[in-house]
Structures are given as structure tokens and as C-alpha cells.
């Protein structure tokens, strides 16, 4: 029996850049691409509708760009794999794509295969990191902890003002199993284990700095 195609999604605000990769990817009869969109307002909001299984995000783009979205995707169908495509390879930027979920990093100029060998890679469950990209991981801060994702410091700031996990549900428009599941990681990654450390650790690192909160 023939393995259904892989369904990706291309997501780029450069009409030539989507075109042509969506031009290599007919190539492949085993990918079919489900649509071309240019935001990630776009893809949120018709994500239902395409069910891609793949999708290569670009990082920039109006609206809302590559990281935002995919924070927000992964938080309500963790199963679609992000494929981050983009012209920086610096490593602040593949390090905080791959914070923020994506499971592959590559550069758009990178050969026609490769995007083709990116997508089966984290298809089969790996990460995919190109040449120009592999080196730039850093997922440590220097105190030895894990940094956390710009929706964790989101969520930590609405935690240490006191806030329940249903009012941070409510004010982000996520559900209130998604906060439980940042909370712990928060907490895991920052080695603190009550919401009073959260509070302390918060206001020591300026995560509250404007909001009038004093310990």
C-alpha cells in the first residue's frame, strides 16, 4: 500500500521564493502542497482547513512572523512539524527558531534536494539542521539554565502578577491544559518549584521591571 503524500504548506511573504519552491516540491510525487500563504495570521486561521503535515515558515514577515506563529500553531496541533526557511543563519537566530519549536532550520539558498531532504527528515520524528545552520545551536543561558521561549516569559510574567492559570488561559486565548504545560516547563527549566520562586526569580531578571510589582 502507497504511503499517503506529505502535505506541506509553504508560508513566505516573497511570491517568487513560494513559487519556486512549490515549483521543486511538484517535482517529488510523494509531497503534495496544500497552499501558499504569506503570514502567520494566514496559516493560523486556515490551518484547519489545509491540515498540512509540514510547513516551511519564513521568519519575517508582516503581520505576524515565523516565530509567533509558530509558538501558537505547535501550542494547538503539536503534531505539525515546523520547518523554519530563512536567508539568516546567524545563531541567534536558528537557536531561538529551535526554542520556539521548529524541528529543522534551512537556508533559502540552499539546494533544490536539501528542502526535499529536510521535510522526509522531520517527517521520520528528526530535527534537520542545514550545513550554514548546525553549528549555531545554543540552548543553555550562562547560568546553566535552559532559556525559555518568548511565550514562557509571557506566561511567567502573568503567573509572577499573581495571575491564575485560567486568567492566563483566558488573556492569551489558550486553554488552560497549554498554561499547566508552560508552567512546568517553566518551572523545569528554571529549577523553582513554587510560584513565590517564579515571583523572586521575575523580578530579579527585570521580567516584571514597569509593572509596580515589589517583592
Given at each position: 500500500?502507497?504511503?499517503?503524500?506529505?502535505?506541506?504548506?509553504?508560508?513566505?511573504?516573497?511570491?517568487?521564493?513560494?513559487?519556486?519552491?512549490?515549483?521543486?516540491?511538484?517535482?517529488?510525487?510523494?509531497?503534495?502542497?496544500?497552499?501558499?500563504?504569506?503570514?502567520?495570521?494566514?496559516?493560523?486561521?486556515?490551518?484547519?482547513r489545509l491540515s498540512p503535515d509540514v510547513i516551511l515558515m519564513d521568519l519575517n514577515m508582516p503581520e505576524m512572523g515565523g516565530l509567533s506563529a509558530t509558538e501558537i500553531l505547535l501550542e494547538r496541533h503539536p503534531s505539525v512539524r515546523i520547518l523554519?526557511?530563512?536567508?539568516?543563519?546567524?545563531?541567534?537566530?536558528?537557536?531561538?527558531?529551535?526554542?520556539?519549536?521548529?524541528?529543522?532550520?534551512?537556508?533559502?539558498?540552499?539546494?533544490?534536494?536539501?528542502?526535499?531532504?529536510?521535510?522526509?527528515?522531520?517527517?521520520?520524528?528528526?530535527?534537520?539542521?542545514?550545513?550554514?545552520?548546525?553549528?549555531?545551536?545554543?540552548?543553555?543561558?550562562?547560568?546553566?539554565?535552559?532559556?525559555?521561549?518568548?511565550?514562557?516569559?509571557?506566561?511567567?510574567?502573568?503567573?509572577?502578577?499573581?495571575?491564575?492559570?485560567?486568567?492566563?488561559?483566558?488573556?492569551?486565548?489558550?486553554?488552560?491544559?497549554?498554561?499547566?504545560?508552560?508552567?512546568?516547563?517553566?518551572?523545569?527549566?528554571?529549577?523553582?518549584?513554587?510560584?513565590?520562586?517564579?515571583?523572586?526569580?521575575?523580578?530579579?531578571?527585570?521580567?516584571?521591571?514597569?509593572?509596580?510589582?515589589?517583592?
Open positions: 500500500m502507497t504511503a499517503p503524500a506529505i502535505r506541506v504548506l509553504i508560508v513566505d511573504d516573497h511570491p517568487m521564493v513560494a513559487d519556486g519552491i512549490e515549483a521543486i516540491l511538484e517535482t517529488y510525487p510523494e509531497i503534495d502542497v496544500v497552499g501558499k500563504l504569506s503570514n502567520g495570521n494566514e496559516v493560523i486561521a486556515q490551518f484547519d523554519i526557511l530563512s536567508m539568516h543563519d546567524t545563531p541567534e537566530y536558528v537557536s531561538t527558531a529551535m526554542r520556539h519549536g521548529a524541528r529543522g532550520y534551512i537556508l533559502k539558498d540552499v539546494p533544490t534536494e536539501e528542502i526535499y531532504t529536510a521535510i522526509t527528515t522531520v517527517m521520520a520524528g528528526e530535527t534537520y539542521l542545514c550545513t550554514g545552520a548546525s553549528a549555531s545551536l545554543s540552548p543553555a543561558t550562562s547560568d546553566g539554565r535552559e532559556t525559555l521561549t518568548a511565550r514562557e516569559q509571557t506566561i511567567l510574567l502573568q503567573l509572577a502578577l499573581g495571575k491564575s492559570n485560567k486568567d492566563v488561559a483566558g488573556h492569551l486565548n489558550i486553554s488552560v491544559h497549554t498554561v499547566e504545560t508552560h508552567r512546568k516547563n517553566i518551572k523545569r527549566k528554571l529549577g523553582i518549584n513554587s510560584t513565590a520562586g517564579l515571583t523572586r526569580y521575575a523580578m530579579e531578571h527585570g521580567v516584571l521591571q514597569g509593572t509596580g510589582v515589589e517583592l
